[in-house]
């Protein structure tokens, strides 16, 4: 009955995690997946999570169904994250991870709007094209990021957006563009988001690195400012990095409708999408995200803590593009030094990006995105040699 299945070809990032923690050089340096690692080189556990989890462990919940849609507290908690208010006219449910907010999101454009088609931008993350294509919608892209120059394509970015027909449904990252790092300035968003409102476009916003850019809220200008407007729109979001809740797959996908009635039914297709789908959200990730957002000294503590993954990020890219560029490399450095987010678009080729894996044991995912927070104290001297070995032999 299966013999016919081919061999599939490996996801291009969790493939390369799968090949990093393989391998056995004690100096190998993760630079692939999207993940935080402190300045020790551990993956943290966020400490207002731990104190989080205490108090469920201490009330001693038994292990029920939730609602299909996820808790109506938790739902409220992410519409005050991301629009700094809550409103009836978005409906808000949990999904698991962000990746699964925009599998439902797709299914919903698929199956309610009878939309076939979304516009990413050119680069995206690799698993865009693969949830929408998998939920039967055509890619195509707008133009975004010049790799040659490491410029945003804004202006072909709006050309493209112009000319697309009535209905539309674009993907828009609001901070920390993954995979290029390079974000849109306000000036810019205001411009995109006239388009949207003129040519009357279905935006779907993906922000999965909320807090990584320039703060909690200064990463949803483009949500603030679209949520000022008319305009209705989706946004899927992750809690994945900024809590460090990455396999507890915790998400969320608001969709802002024209009126309470609309919304209202609204979430009863995303229910409907969910439960034959998947039936109803796991429980434990949401619970410690609650818990921690419904006090307001533990969001404070938490608020703090990705601050301070934010600055140490930083401070990698500082240190990474100061050695390079005192090791006279070739590569462009204001890159790494200026990009948002966890990750930096280098301009490494495919080629040298494994040089860097066959020499070094360094892992970048092709062509040339690196994970800022692999970097530390210990190994980014080691890095930074690394790098101005195999651009030199280019
Ligand atoms: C990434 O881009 O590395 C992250 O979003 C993790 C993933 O699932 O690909």
Known sequence: M??????SSPDPIMSLMEAYMQDPNPQKVNLGIGLYYDHQGKIPLVQ???????????????????????SALFAGQIQTLLFGEQSAHIATVQTVGGSGALKLGADFIYHFLSRREIWVSDPTWANHWAIFEGAGLKVHTYPYFDDASGQLRFNAMIDTLSSLPEGAVVLLHPCCHNPTGTDLNPEQWRAVLDVVQQRRLLPFFDIAYQGFGDGLDEDCFALREVLKSDVDFLVSNSFSKNVALYGQRLGGLSVRCGSVETASNVKGALKTLIRRSYSCPPTHGSQIVETLLADPQLQQLWAGELATMRQRIKQMRASLSAGLEQGGTTLDYTRIRDQKGMFSYTGLTEHQVSQLRQQYSIYLVAPGRMCLPGLNQQNVDYVTAAILDVTRAA
């Open 48 to 70: 207002a999570v731990h104190i989080a989890e205490q108090r469920l462990l201490e009330q001693q919940r038994p292990h029920s169904y939730p609602p299909i849609e996820g």
């Open 2 to 7: 299966f013999n016919h299945i081919k061999p």
